[in-house]
């Protein structure tokens, strides 16, 4: 039996409609990092923005718990004979907050051998 893989899929609430997931995470509670001047330009992929939403109060709790329960659902995945687990992570626009979390829950689970793919799925590098 083959280890199942862990998709994540980002997208914006204002772009739209959620995608099909094994679970679907709204991160739309975190503070949005757009509105801070110096990060107006950057992404979720850029290294400042994923230290600033993750020094956001209660945001390092609640993803560990988030690994936990993707744990549980790749676990389960696997010992009926499931290859794929999707998680979609949606922001307001899809750029930033949704990227940031992606990003690092697929570190996160490469570091403990869980092959995955990340796919943004409104993403814009650049002015929005």
């Known amino acids: 039996m083959s280890p199942a893989v862990l998709e994540v899929l980002t997208w914006g609430y204002n772009r739209t409609t959620p995608p ?12 949005n990092p757009f509105h801070i001047p110096e990060f107006h330009d950057l992404t ?8 600033w939403v993750f020094a956001q109060p209660c945001v390092t709790t609640w993803f560990d718990g988030l690994r936990v329960v993707l744990r549980g659902i790749l676990d389960g995945t696997e ?3 499931g290859r794929l687990v999707t998680a979609a992570i949606g922001c ?16 996160a689970f490469e570091r403990d051998g869980t092959r995955t ?12």
């Open 117 to 128: 793919h990340v796919r943004h799925l409104n993403f814009v590098r650049g002015p929005r």
């Open 92 to 107: 307001q626009g899809g750029h930033d907050r949704s990227v940031a979390i992606a990003r690092r829950l697929a570190e």
């Open 20 to 31: 099909p997931a094994d679970l679907a995470i709204n991160v739309r509670w975190i503070p």
């Open 79 to 81: 010992l009926r004979g």
């Open 44 to 51: 979720g992929l850029d290294i400042p923005v994923q230290e």
